[in-house]
């Protein structure tokens, strides 16, 4: 169990996460999302742990922390690419352990709805989606002692950076649409909400970090911010 006793204190760092911080990961990821609200979460702790896994050391993926007073206390995960397929391929041994140890989930519409969503309500939407060059943020959490501290801005930004770096040239997050703290924070910060993206229950925020990106995409590229 992590030490809150100095909550208060607001100073963070950010940096890759590790093969190390698996399992502080998975405790942070667990905290933060309700089982009815989230396909890892609802195929239970051990499935949780697997996506980390890969997140961690997958070659298309990376994980960012906030760590404060030695403790991971926030969290943003990205892939290269679109990564439910890759994720689920890697994690389908713990996925059907958890069928096996329940198998009432076979029968939880929401379970399928969510594992097999993507932006395929226009064909704009796949078009974006699957460009070379367009990374996806696959997750994102803050400890709720640290929250209001500037920890979701710092990663959000930090996420830029590092994808930046690996060669992408844009990324789009998926936020469900009552989840308004986080939509304000990609608001905020610049990112281009993109109605071509969203599904029934989620809405797509995207940032171009290369300006001919979305010209290339045949978009209009004035409104777009860098």
Known sequence: MRDRSNIPDSNFIIRLATLADVEALVELHWMSFKPEDHVPVMLG???????????????????????????????????????????FRACLSEFALSIARHPG???RGKLWQRLLRRPDVTSQGRHIADYPGMA???????????RGQGVFPALVEAS???????????????????????????????????????TPDTVFYVSYLDPAFPIELGLDGAQFHT
């Open 45 to 87: 702790r051990r499935y949780v742990r697997a996506t980390y896994h890969w997140l961690v050391t997958g070659a298309i993926s990376y994980v960012l922390v906030a760590e404060a007073n030695g403790c991971i206390v926030g969290l943003i995960a990205v892939a290269d690419r679109s990564f439910i397929s890759p994720m």
């Open 105 to 107: 989930l076979l029968l």
């Open 160 to 198: 830029r950076t590092f994808s930046k770096e690996r060669g992408s040239r844009a990324i789009r997050a998926g936020i469900y649409k009552t989840n308004m703290p986080s939509r304000r924070v990609f608001i905020k910060a610049g990112w281009i909400e993109t109605p071509a993206l969203e």
């Open 136 to 146: 996806q943020m696959t997750n994102g959490a803050v400890d709720a002692g640290y």
